[in-house]
């Protein structure tokens, strides 16, 4: 046990102490002076504290153990979003949350680890071989789509989204072919520029069937990014007091609880969704930039660990959690400097929230698993043979009983 110790990456460590200090110091800034949110300081240095706990409980486990059981992780986290569809509680216009024993999880955020170990195991098993589009890529996509349509359904499209980005992650690592992602890239370019026109020129008529289906706060999210002209000064609240705190930061920022703007209480989830304008206002573009600066150098730690590791699930898990780290860190950030619309996602390991502290440690631990097993070289995911992901999925619908496969053989 103590050699597995020295084999972690003890800066991957350091700097998720140094990103856990900036998370509590900025959820206290945030809440401080508001009973009903004073107790979000202490909520987060228990996740923390857990979360670390977790961290180095998983390095200990063989991350193979966890490829070995993807079918019943994916299983699980499929059951648990079907449940929250019945019996979850909303916030914010999501209905998402479970409460379990007082504590409150999302399912919609564990599912994206769910998802990355599911996609990583059946990726592995082609052996690097190149994907092809009829027999892998839609198979593996069709994978996706129920807990894509069940978090859609949950109005949670930020995390549905997220996993569309964990896919496109690990089929680009997957080695699908240049042509394939090349269609693929510019089908999705002139869909998301057509969409955008549409929006802007068929404005009224997409609001009003977004408020005929029960989605209008989409509208109110995509107001003050593509139409800011014509939305409400209430829609614009968040984002133009946002951008407003930020600028005012300046290079160095108005100091710890300084920021006027979000010391007034004027951004609205300054704990959660938009702990970032806090960050920019009171500790201005260095802070800011620090804190960026810290993302990349935990992302390139990653990046070598997947380029050390001798398995070939490895590199997918880690490739899998990068996607939804940058893409957690893009799309809480953008909003607020008027890049992209709100989606309502949290900041990896600074915004208040145990469920996202925990999943975030979670896949950390499983990232450094691999760098203290990366040695083991023992192939747990099948021969040597080239199947199909088509053949793979049809075997998960057919699997024979163990006591009845031992008794054929």
Known sequence: M??????????????????MVISILSIHSTTFGRPKLG???????LYYILGFIVFFAL??????????????????????????????????????????????????????????VFLSALLARKKNRPLYFGRDVIPVSLCVLPPLLLVLLQNDLGNAL???IILIGLLWIGNIKFMHAFIGFIIAVVAFVGGIQAYIHYHDEIVKFLKDIGRSHWADRFDPWLVPDQTSRDVLWQTYNAKLAIGSGGITGK????????????????????????????????????????????????????????????????????????YQIFVNIGPFIGLMPLTGITLPFISSGGTSIMIN?????????????????????????????????????????????????
């Open 39 to 45: 107790g979000l300081t202490q909520s987060a240095v």
């Open 59 to 116: 390095s200990m486990v063989n991350y193979k153990f966890i490829l070995k059981n993807y079918l019943y992780i994916y299983g699980v986290g499929m059951l648990l979003l079907v449940f929250v569809m019945f019996f979850g509680k909303e916030y914010y216009g999501a209905k998402g949350w479970l409460s379990i024993m007082g504590v409150s999880l999302q399912p919609a955020e564990l599912f994206k680890l769910c998802l990355i």
């Open 162 to 164: 997220s996993y569309v």
């Open 255 to 326: 100091g710890y609880m300084e920021g006027t703007t979000i010391q007034s209480n004027r951004v609205p989830l300054a704990y959660a969704d938009s702990i970032f304008v806090q960050i920019g206002e009171e500790f201005g573009f260095i802070g800011a930039s620090v804190l960026l600066l810290l993302y990349f150098i935990l992302i390139h730690r990653m990046v070598l660990i997947a380029l050390e590791c001798k398995d070939r699930a490895g590199p997918y898990l880690i490739v899998g959690v990068i996607a939804m780290l940058l």
């Open 361 to 409: 440690m979670i896949s950390m631990g499983i990232a450094m698993s691999i760098k203290v097993h990366t040695e083991e070289n023992e192939d747990i995911l099948g021969s040597a043979e080239q199947p199909s992901i088509t053949e793979l999925v049809m075997k998960l619908f057919r699997r024979k009983p163990a006591q009845q496969e031992q008794t054929e053989q």
């Open 2 to 19: 103590l050699h597995k110790f020295k084999k972690i990456d003890y800066s991957i460590v350091f700097i998720l102490l140094i990103l």
